[in-house]
């Protein structure tokens, strides 16, 4: 069964630090100050807020947040934030890092975001995503057929989405 050593927040922790690198060592600001930059501790907070939500229904589901070892989850958790999407933890993520790139004002750091989302989905939500299906079967593939990957349910368009599949 999938069992991954590196926990996703050291993935996020990676990736903000590389934001971070990018901001002192290559910094491309926005052409004209829009202010806009200020709002990136908003865009964290929001990030930080779904995590947080995320992370408490898991305990009032009483399952595991373990997401290293996903087989050990006693319950398919698909209320709170799960009924918007599949993965709202790291979504929350996505959201910090983007607010902090926002934050320090330095487009180039905006690359992380992309960056984060191909290394957790290939490295951890695929792999994931399998040992959940074997742990909960129909129920599982049922909660796909509702819920985006990322973000949505699947009967809303998302921009670059063709097909039913998250």
Known sequence: MFKTRIPPPLYMLAVALAIYATHRYLPIRAPVDTGIANWGWLL????????????????????TINSTEPSKATRLVTC???????????LGFVLILAGWALWLDNWMGFLGVPLFVTVVTVLQIVPEEQALQNRFGEEYARYRQRVNRWVGPIGIAVPGRSSGRG
């Not at 929001?46 to 305990?59: D, Q, S």
């Not at 709170?80 to 790291?90: A, D, H």
């Open 44 to 63: 964290s907070l929001l990030g930080i807020g779904l995590v947080a939500w995320a992370v408490a229904t898991f305990r009032r589901a009483r399952t």
């Open 80 to 90: 709170g934030p799960f009924q918007f999407s599949r993965n709202p933890i790291y």
